[in-house]
């Protein structure tokens, strides 16, 4: 059977990952619709000159192993942007071979993992960084956390007065360094929003929105976004604002990290006058956890299960009970079980984050892809005391590599002739 080659190129193209095919000098001879949309058209020029702006190759380029092994690769990057703001890639690469069996291009398979990254990021700071510092040792720390990982110019996290009608900032960062705390009035602010109401983002132009607020002209803000905190009795008792002196393109990760910071912030702002701190943890952290979409655990020094989410025990088909103070070996809950635990005994002696894919049993229907990354826990003195392990279905991306795969193979196989040249 011959596979028409251009139904090899409608698949890439319609694909929404940004798909290239590079040559063996990194001259890009293909792109998919994603990657114009997302990159422009580039046919003809060198990966690493248009896109990074370097001299040669890149260190950790996915294509350089491909050309040297002929196997298939797989590495995330980091890209940062002319305004700073970082990205993350997971890039999937692949040789294509020629009539003789050489390889000849390479594929690139990029797919746009900031969102996940950062939301891993949120709740391994709320699940570890904050249980290890004072309250305004973590205020000081999520300041720049959000500044950092959001790209926004300022930060502040504040506290209502008794009267609920000002704000006591308890941490404030500016273009990535911590500044003096403020005491300012709500009235005619944007923080009068979202005080005691809900999250409120404005895109742009917040100096005309809030003409009476003279610190965001004397700033230089032109967008905000900001989100209530709450007590435990739901009351109101104050806020964390992200402002920036671009427009925001695209407020949705920003918003997503807040909404997953809030309840924690909340707690830390409660701690100051309770003495329930273990509960506090203890209780916000099974909050944001067992209200992820995504597989989460905890493991202690032993490899024993001391947490499994509501997610997980559906993965798994367990209940939490039945797993509780069990190693993955002792009741085995996957086909790599072994495998599994022998990441956990890895990141226990390293203390190094590490990842693995794995093949679930999906209760009779298949099986089922996840890829879980595996972080070191530490108590006060840095001492690793567990492993945190997020897991996620990529069951579907599974699928689309496996059918480019054979789409591939098909037409490496083919008794017609294929070439792929450059303009």
């Known amino acids: 059977m011959k596979i028409d080659t251009a139904l090899f190129e409608q698949v890439f193209a319609q694909?929404?990952?940004?798909?290239t095919?590079?040559?063996?000098?990194?001259?890009?001879?293909y792109q998919n619709n994603a990657a114009h949309e997302v990159f422009a058209s580039h046919l003809g020029e060198e990966c690493f000159r248009i896109y990074e702006g370097r001299k040669g190759v890149c260190d950790d380029c996915g294509l350089v192993e491909v050309f040297a092994s002929g196997k298939t690769t797989k590495v995330v990057r980091a890209l940062t942007s002319s305004d700073g703001s970082v990205s993350y890639w997971e890039n999937t690469c692949f040789p294509l071979f020629d009539a003789a069996g050489e390889i000849s291009a390479g594929v690139e398979i990029c797919r746009n993992i900031t969102e996940r990254k950062l939301m891993e990021e949120a709740l391994f700071f709320v699940a570890q960084r904050g249980w290890q510092s004072g309250s305004s040792e973590f205020f000081d720390a999520l300041v720049l956390f959000l500044g950092e990982r959001l790209n926004m110019d300022y930060v502040l996290i504040g506290r209502l007065d008794d009267a609920a009608n000002r704000v006591l900032t308890l941490a404030m960062s500016a273009k990535g360094a911590i500044v003096p705390n403020q005491d300012y009035p709500l009235a005619g602010t944007p923080c009068e929003n979202v005080v005691g109401a809900q999250l409120c983002i404005y895109p742009q132009d917040i100096q005309g929105l809030f003409p009476e607020d003279h610190l965001l002209v004397e700033m230089g803000v032109q967008s905000y976004i900001g989100i209530p905190l709450w007590d435990s009795t739901g009351?109101?008792?104050?806020?964390?604002?992200?402002?920036?002196?671009?427009?925001?393109s695209d407020p949705g990760p920003a918003s997503q990290v807040l909404q997953l910071i809030a309840t924690r912030a909340a707690a830390e702002m409660?701690?100051?006058?309770?003495?329930?701190?273990i509960r506090i943890h203890e209780r916000e952290f099974r909050s944001l956890a067992e209200n992820s979409p995504d597989n989460i655990s905890r493991y202690d020094t032993s490899c024993r299960t001391l947490y499994i989410n509501p997610a997980l025990e559906k993965t798994l088909g367990y209940s939490a009970a039945t797993l509780i103070g069990t190693t993955p070996v002792e009741k085995p809950r996957m086909l790599e079980s072994e495998a599994f635990q022998e990441k956990l005994i890895s990141v226990l002696g390293s203390g190094e984050t590490a990842e693995m894919d794995l093949v679930m049993p999906d209760r009779g229907r298949g099986e089922r892809y996840h890829n879980i990354r595996f972080t070191a826990e530490r108590d006060d003195d840095g001492r690793i005391t567990g492993v945190l392990a997020i897991g996620r279905d990529i069951t579907e991306r599974k699928h689309i590599e496996e059918h480019l795969r054979k789409l591939t193979q098909a037409i490496e196989q083919s008794p017609v002739s294929i070439v792929i040249t450059d303009t």
Request: no cysteine; aromatic share 2%.
């Open 235 to 248: 009351q109101a008792i104050g806020l964390i604002a992200l402002l920036d002196s671009r427009p925001l």
């Open 15 to 19: 694909l929404p990952d940004v798909v």
């Open 270 to 277: 409660e701690r100051e006058q309770s003495d329930r701190i």
């Open 21 to 29: 095919i590079q040559d063996r000098n990194f001259r890009i001879i």
